[in-house]
């Protein structure tokens, strides 16, 4: 190719650029998935999806993924700074506030638009039998005493607190295997990755004859089947409710912030239409 038409072609490369909105959605959820699945074939959008780390081999996407920690609500205004972006939004995890809060100061720093995407929590219905705490350590102790067998379902990054309680048995569920340091002496792993569905957690729950779910109230309809399961096996559930999730504007759903996004590309400059012209 001749300079002439290197240079005309890296011109029409930079104004295509120019006209695309930049967005960094912070991940690890199935919202957060379905969103840039949603819009990676959208000639509006440049998305870049941002995962913790926490999962060894999340599955793939069909956007630009980055993985591991920005270093702070610093190391994230530099990188939104460098990487150009134009709007945030924040999937991440209901637990997952430290981010959240990193996300806000950034977003105010850098005087960027920023959307939080929180699904809503479960409610206690009729026939739940529920103690509900705020941490794991609560959890802990609010196993009641008859319990001997703990169905653990709190991922494996906090599985440590239940160390102190080793007179029961535990079968942790977990996508990743924990490392042994971090789990009670009794503890049978089952290495699963949702969504579920109610017979096979009845079937598991069955079959590990547990006695007491310990959960985190994450909402959603992925990991919701154990839930009816202690129901319907009248079991008792420990359920450690959501910590604070700093944001500026938050919805629900997938859909709604979908919708943002594309009244947020629609007021960007040079904005390229729905048609991508
Ligand atoms: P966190 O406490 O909010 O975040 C801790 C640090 O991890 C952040 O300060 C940030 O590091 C990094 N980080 C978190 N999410 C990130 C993302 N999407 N992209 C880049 N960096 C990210 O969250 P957490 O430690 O991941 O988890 C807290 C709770 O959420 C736990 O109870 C966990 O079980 C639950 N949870 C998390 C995920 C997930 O994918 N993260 C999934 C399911 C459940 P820097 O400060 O260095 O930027």
Same mark, same amino acid.
């Given at each position: 190719?001749?300079?002439?038409?290197?240079?005309?072609?890296? /011109?029409?490369?930079?104004?295509?650029? @120019?006209?695309?909105?930049?967005?960094?959605?912070?991940?690890?959820?199935?919202?957060a998935?379905?969103?840039?699945?949603?819009?990676?074939a959208?000639r509006?959008?440049?998305?870049?999806?941002?995962?913790?780390?926490?999962?060894? =081999?999340?599955? !793939?996407? !069909?956007?630009?993924?980055?993985?591991?920690?920005?270093?702070?609500?610093?190391?994230?205004?530099k990188?939104? @700074?460098?990487?150009?972006?134009?709007?945030?939004?924040?999937?991440?995890?209901?637990?997952?506030?430290?981010?959240?809060?990193? &996300?806000?100061?950034?977003?105010?720093?850098?005087?960027?638009?920023? *959307?939080?995407?929180?699904?809503?929590?479960?409610?206690?219905?009729?026939?739940?039998?529920?103690?509900?705490?705020?941490?794991?350590?609560?959890?802990?102790?609010?196993?009641?005493?008859?319990?001997?067998?703990?169905?653990?379902?709190i991922?494996?990054?906090?599985?440590? =607190?239940?160390?102190?309680?080793?007179?029961?048995?535990?079968?942790?569920?977990?996508?990743?295997?924990?490392?042994?340091?971090?789990?009670?002496?009794?503890?049978?792993?089952? /290495?699963?990755?949702? !969504?579920? @569905?109610?017979?096979?957690?009845? &079937?598991?729950?069955?079959?590990?004859?547990?006695?007491? /779910?310990?959960?985190?109230?994450s909402?959603?309809? =992925?990991?919701?089947?154990?839930?009816?399961?202690?129901?319907?096996?009248?079991?008792?559930?420990?359920?450690?409710?959501? !910590?604070?999730?700093?944001?500026?504007?938050?919805?629900?759903?997938?859909?709604?912030?979908?919708?943002? *996004?594309?009244?947020?590309?629609?007021?960007?400059?040079? =904005? /390229?239409? @729905?048609?991508?012209?």
């Amino acid at each position: 190719m001749d300079s002439h038409r290197r240079n005309v072609l890296l /011109l029409s490369l930079e104004l295509i650029l @120019d006209r695309l909105m930049r967005v960094l959605v912070l991940g690890g959820t199935t919202e957060a998935s379905t969103l840039v699945r949603r819009l990676a074939a959208d000639r509006r959008f440049a998305l870049t999806l941002s995962l913790a780390g926490r999962t060894r =081999a999340p599955l !793939p996407q !069909p956007v630009t993924r980055r993985v591991g920690g920005f270093g702070g609500a610093e190391g994230l205004i530099k990188w939104l @700074d460098e990487a150009g972006i134009d709007a945030i939004v924040d999937a991440t995890h209901p637990f997952a506030a430290r981010i959240s809060a990193n &996300a806000v100061e950034a977003a105010r720093h850098s005087r960027l638009p920023l *959307l939080t995407v929180i699904r809503p929590a479960w409610e206690q219905g009729d026939g739940d039998a529920w103690h509900r705490v705020n941490s794991s350590q609560a959890a802990v102790d609010a196993i009641g005493p008859s319990c001997k067998r703990v169905f653990l379902t709190i991922g494996r990054q906090e599985t440590a =607190a239940f160390r102190s309680a080793p007179h029961h048995t535990y079968v942790v569920r977990a996508i990743d295997r924990p490392e042994p340091c971090s789990l009670p002496p009794s503890a049978e792993i089952v /290495l699963q990755r949702g !969504p579920f @569905d109610r017979a096979a957690e009845l &079937a598991l729950m069955r079959n590990h004859r547990i006695d007491c /779910l310990v959960a985190k109230n994450s909402g959603g309809g =992925a990991t919701y089947a154990k839930i009816e399961a202690a129901r319907e096996l009248r079991m008792p559930v420990v359920m450690i409710d959501r !910590p604070r999730k700093p944001a500026m504007l938050t919805v629900e759903t997938v859909e709604a912030a979908q919708s943002w *996004l594309l009244e947020q590309a629609a007021g960007h400059p040079n =904005a /390229l239409s @729905d048609r991508g012209v």
